[in-house]
């Protein structure tokens, strides 16, 4: 009976993320201006969520085992990592490949990527210790206290770290509703850095109550540079024209003028808001939250079962010989 509903589970699970891709393509609506590309939201954030639930469940479990010294504890711990590791993979690889559409580069050192980076290198750590000790009980308790320190930084490095920064891939203002960036003010013939970008106020030209500021905008690194020309209505005090970044999809924008001081306020401007307001959307990207949180937890349960089984066994040959 147990089997035959495990079997049940896992067909359950498979036929559920399978409806979530297909509805990735048939169901949701292209993100304004980023196309095909806005569809990815709807695996890459539900897999760095299921991450940190996974380090977190670890990191239970691994108390657990210090405080009642059940091997039964220590697998799941091992088993939870091992889950919480690949979603974060899966979550970085994701990432890496909207990164490529939209902003250019699949890797560039942002705060975000380098702090999941980090985090990986500080389970695979984990993995390493627990290899490298022979000793079964003193491998699970030294396992198990690392675990827990190791999701004490879990907050810091999925939450806070990215934050503490401009996060050129990551800019908030551009994806969150109702956030705000305070972009950079120049007055002309002044640089300055916008995310990573050194921009440079060139002129400002009014004709009427229109005014255009032309900016040279510099890539990362010098690769390259070009002359945007966003304009600003002054009587209504709005922006007008938005031109992209080169190569992005990310736009250019006059937030203010003060043509006393010849100055502006630039910013960085997504070119679409509200991702999850439509209710395909939103109802397709819950589907997803939920499906690769049951595929969580049916993995972690097989994995764990395994340890169990492969540590009986173990026992067994010990026994034996």
């Not at 304004?32 to 239970?60: C, D, K, Q």
């Not at 994701?94 to 890797?107: D, M």
């Amino acid at each position: 009976m147990a089997q035959r509903m495990a079997q049940t589970a896992k067909l359950l699970v498979g036929v559920w993320i399978a409806g979530v891709a297909v509805a990735m393509f048939l169901v949701v609506p292209q993100y304004e201006g980023l196309g095909n590309a806005g569809r990815i939201i709807i695996m890459h954030v539900p897999t760095a969520w299921v991450s940190v639930m996974a380090f977190a469940i670890s990191a239970l479990f691994s108390g657990l085992y210090l405080w009642r010294g059940r091997p039964e504890h220590d697998d799941y711990a091992l088993a939870a990592a091992e889950s919480g590791f690949l979603f974060t993979v899966l979550a970085t690889v994701t990432g890496a490949i909207f990164s490529q559409v939209v902003w250019g580069v699949y890797w560039n050192w942002d705060p975000r990527q380098t702090s999941i980076f980090v985090l990986l290198l500080i389970y695979a750590a984990l993995f390493a210790l627990r290899s490298s000790i022979d000793d079964v009980a003193r491998r699970r308790q030294l396992s198990a206290v690392y675990s827990i320190f190791a999701f004490i930084t879990v907050p810091f490095l999925i939450f806070i770290a990215p934050r503490i920064s401009d996060s050129t891939l990551h800019p908030n203002c551009a994806f969150i509703q109702g956030s705000t960036c305070d972009g950079i003010a120049l007055e002309v013939g002044k640089l300055g850095l916008l995310g990573d970008r050194k921009v440079e106020l060139l002129s400002l030209d009014r004709a009427g109550d229109v005014v255009t500021a032309q900016v040279q905008v510099t890539e990362p690194g010098l690769n390259g540079s070009a002359t945007l020309s966003p304009t600003y209505d002054v009587a209504l005090d709005n922006a007008v024209d938005r031109p992209n970044f080169p190569g992005l999809r990310f736009s250019l924008v006059v937030e203010g003028v003060d043509m006393t001081t010849n100055s502006v306020r630039l910013n960085i401007e997504a070119p679409g808001t509200g991702l999850l307001d439509n209710g395909r959307t939103l109802f397709t990207f819950l589907a997803s939250i939920f499906g690769f949180t049951a595929l969580f937890f049916w993995m972690l349960n097989v994995r764990a079962t395994l340890l169990g089984v492969q540590w009986a066994l173990a026992r067994r040959e010990g026994a034996r010989s």
